[in-house]
């Protein structure tokens, strides 16, 4: 009987190094994901929070502003017609001309409760340790990068993945790993030499590739953010510049509610209170 024929003693020693290359692509894409998953809307929220309520005040302060330049913009062009303001009128196209500006203040108010209700409640250390252990398991499990499955159930499960970490559901991704690590095998390298070696080329080439896709990531905005919101003389000159906007918007409305105020052919009392 013809005994076995013993292993390329390479090929060993390449499963090893390719396993080791697709836990590190497998970090790699759990990182991706959390710094676009997790990372950014919590530096966007943080943003909010620390910036957020300045400038609304601003937006709020350039909404009054803009309101009474035009006001008085309609208010001017009756007179050098000749006519007197029509109240109705003016109004109702303040009211139609303004009614973006009232949408964007109602999202950016909007914006700043969602930042505050986001930051209120999170993960404990543990919790948060856990849920990334979870995610990067499942990625090595059901990632079509690194599992190659081809069979729908699994693809099923990835989708479920996604929305369970979007969420930040906890629960929802311990239910799916024990449901995913009991229903598919877990995957098997090949025996080949050649094939290893290829595999480990096409491995080496996704972890620079994923590697050099992070580092671009985190170069960009909000990501770039992050040292700045730690930083309270930043924040602090941030919210003096604002601050200055507003000072600056304040002075110019006055001046045009003063304006109005001393025409005497007409009572803009009830536009300027309006504001």
């Known amino acids: 009987m013809a005994e076995p024929l013993a292993p390329h003693p390479e090929v060993e020693k390449l499963k090893a190094t390719n396993a080791l290359l697709r836990d590190e692509v497998v970090r790699l894409l759990a990182e991706h994901d959390h710094l676009l998953q997790t990372v950014r809307p919590n530096l966007l929220a943080l943003y909010q929070v620390k910036l957020g309520p300045w400038e609304l005040r601003l937006l709020e302060e350039q909404c009054a502003t ?17 006519r007197l303001p029509d109240a109705t009128e003016i109004s109702r196209k303040l009211d139609a001309e303004f009614a973006l500006w009232q949408t964007r203040l109602r999202e950016a108010a909007d914006k700043l409760q969602a930042a505050q209700r986001l930051l209120a409640n999170p993960m404990s250390p543990a919790e948060d340790l856990e849920f990334k252990q979870l995610y990067r398991n499942l990625v090595k499990l059901l990632h079509p990068d690194v599992a190659k499955a081809d069979d729908g159930q699994a693809a099923m499960l990835w989708h479920r993945v996604q929305e369970a970490y979007a969420a930040t559901s906890l629960t929802g991704l311990r239910e799916l790993w024990e449901l995913a690590s009991q229903l598919l095998p877990p995957a098997t390298s090949p025996n080949s030499l050649d094939t290893l070696q290829e595999e480990g080329k096409a491995l080496s080439r996704q972890v620079e590739r994923l590697a050099q896709g992070i580092a671009e990531l985190q170069a960009k905005p909000p990501f770039d953010l992050l040292e700045k919101l730690e930083d309270e003389a930043w924040l602090k000159t941030r919210r003096q510049e604002i601050e200055t906007q507003i000072a600056a918007l304040q002075e110019r409305r006055k001046a045009l509610e003063a304006y109005l105020s001393i025409i005497p052919e007409v009572d803009c009392a009830k536009w300027l209170g309006a504001n």
């Not at 803009?66 to 017609?81: F, G, H, Y």
């Open 66 to 82: 803009a309101r009474v330049r035009r006001l008085t913009e309609m208010v001017q062009a009756s007179l050098n017609a000749g």
